[in-house]
């Protein structure tokens, strides 16, 4: 069955960065679209970025736009997030999911990983 | 940017009795509206898409309806795994957006 891992979480300092990765099984990686979304503590969702299967569309939130990039690497099936010029408003739980295409919703959630911006 | 809507924000519902959650879009989305379960300490599943359809697995009585700015969750009757928090999000137009959250609390 579909198996999402999110990974690369931990305590990083204010202005510093950290970069997540989101080991995927289960099903053929290179087919699907995916997405980053977050989840600050005790508060809602918050969707960050979406890349195409062959990772040649983008987007981003503009709370992140210029700061974080999304990747994928189809041969590892795996998707990164690099988050660069961290701040204390980003220390969220981040969750990679698969999209099903362009206009899908988000099928599937990994379990999350802690990023903690503090000095 | 699309504003998602939700209401009420708490739903203080008995087990058994109907559940009824409200998404307003700032604009129309058609019918690209998803709603999502999120337990306690566990990642958001996906309930309903395409405003209407129940993903895999996903018990009879939820059901989604609405299309363009207007949307609802049902849930028929409740039992004590669906208390938790419901977003919905439109995946129409960039950003995609959610709403803020409705919580399910036992009444």
């Known amino acids: 069955q579909v198996h999402l891992v999110e990974s690369g979480g931990g305590l990083v300092k204010p202005g510093g960065s950290l970069r997540l990765s989101c080991a995927a099984s289960g099903f053929t990686f290179s087919d699907y679209y995916m997405s980053w979304i977050r989840q600050a503590p005790g508060k809602g969702l918050e969707w960050l970025s979406y890349i195409s299967s062959s990772g040649t569309t983008i987007y981003y939130a503009d709370s992140v736009k210029g700061r974080f990039t999304i990747s994928r690497d189809n041969a590892k099936n795996s998707l990164y997030l690099q988050m660069n010029s961290l701040r204390a408003e980003d220390t969220a739980v981040y969750y990679c999911a698969r999209v099903g295409g362009y206009s899908s919703p988000l099928g599937y959630w990994g379990q999350g990983t802690l990023v903690t911006v503090s000095s | 940017e699309i504003v998602m809507t939700q209401s009420p924000a708490t739903l203080s519902v008995s087990p058994g009795e109907r559940a009824t959650l409200s998404c307003r879009a700032s604009?129309?989305?058609?019918?690209?509206l998803a709603w999502y379960q999120q337990r306690p300490g566990q990642a958001p599943r996906l309930l309903i898409y395409?405003?209407?359809t129940r993903a895999t697995g996903i018990p009879a009585r939820f059901s989604g309806s609405g299309s363009g700015t207007e949307f609802t969750l049902t849930i028929s009757s409740l039992q004590s795994e669906d208390f938790a928090v419901y977003y919905c999000q439109q995946y129409n137009n960039w950003p995609r957006t959610f709403g803020q959250g409705t919580k399910v609390e036992i009444k």
């Open positions: 604009e129309s989305v058609s019918s690209n």
């Open positions: 395409g405003a209407s």
